[in-house]
Each structure stands twice: as structure tokens, then as C-alpha cells.
């Protein structure tokens, strides 16, 4: 729930022969790639990883303006051809996105803040970003 430490290595102390090691490193290296993007455009990060119990995690929690931001990071390493990070919100995915965001707006007294919901894919070569950032809308049902 802290900002990204710039100097952080989030592959360091990682099993490489744990897949699921791969995974979370993957991800904390595009969730800080793609926060370190928004705040380079005037986002102030709020919380990283915002754990709700049952309903799993934020990746990124940003403000800009008056307006709280909730943001799923999809990272990927490799070819595209495996398809779009995007993908994979799927509409459970959103809901929970949207319980989680609810629980953070309680938990921070945000109630009547204006939200909006972002999905990040970010690709990463040697965990690094290779390209463009893509962010778009993510849309409520």
C-alpha cells in the first residue's frame, strides 16, 4: 500500500524456477513501469497493491485532479501473439474491481470523489518496458 520504491528491483530475491515467482515479478515490474508513466503525466500514485480481503487487490491507486483512479495492470513478456493482457479483465474481474474500489473509497473517507477504472498493458523485455504503454477505459456494467 506504499508508492513503488524507484530503486526497487522487483526481480531480486525472486525463485526464477517458480513460475508463479515469474508471474508477481512480472507484474510488480509493469505495475511500477506504468505507475512511474501516470505520474510522469500529473498522477499522484495513492496506493500500490490496496489488498481488500475476499476480493483480492488494486494494482494501482492514482489521483489526478479531484478524480480517484483505479487501475488494473496486465503485464507481458514475450510475443504479443499470445493476445491482448486486456483480455483477461474479464466481467467478474471488473466487478470485483468495482467492489474494491468501493472499499477503498470507505476506507479513505472518498465516498463522493468521482472514480474512474483504467486497464494498463504494459510489454516487458528484461523488466523493462518494451513500447508503448497502452491504457484504456474500462467499462462498467
Known amino acids: 500500500m506504499t508508492?513503488?520504491?524507484?530503486?526497487?528491483?522487483?526481480a531480486k530475491g525472486q525463485d526464477p524456477s517458480?513460475?508463479?515467482?515469474?508471474?508477481?515479478?512480472?507484474?510488480?515490474?509493469?505495475e511500477l513501469a506504468v505507475a512511474r508513466y501516470l505520474q510522469s503525466h500529473g498522477f499522484l500514485l495513492l496506493a500500490?497493491?490496496?489488498l481488500v480481503p475476499r476480493l483480492g487487490e488494486?494494482?494501482?491507486v492514482m489521483k489526478k485532479g479531484s478524480c480517484l483512479y483505479f487501475i488494473e495492470v496486465k503485464a507481458r513478456s514475450g510475443a504479443a501473439s499470445y493476445g491482448s493482457g486486456l483480455e483477461q479483465i474479464t466481467p467478474a474481474k471488473v466487478k470485483?474491481?468495482?467492489q474494491a474500489a468501493l472499499a477503498y473509497c470507505q476506507t479513505t473517507c472518498n465516498m463522493n470523489t468521482e472514480m474512474r477504472f483504467l486497464a494498463a498493458e504494459v510489454h516487458l523485455r528484461h523488466g523493462e518496458p518494451?513500447?508503448?504503454?497502452r491504457i484504456v477505459p474500462?467499462?462498467?456494467?
Do not use: C, V, W, Y
Open 3 to 10: 508508492a513503488p520504491d524507484p530503486g526497487h528491483d522487483p
Open 58 to 60: 488494486i494494482d494501482l
Open 18 to 30: 517458480n513460475p508463479r515467482g515469474l508471474a508477481k515479478t512480472r507484474g510488480d515490474a509493469g
Open 138 to 141: 474500462i467499462e462498467m456494467s
Open 48 to 50: 500500490h497493491q490496496f
Open 96 to 98: 470485483k474491481i468495482r
Open 130 to 133: 518494451d513500447g508503448k504503454i
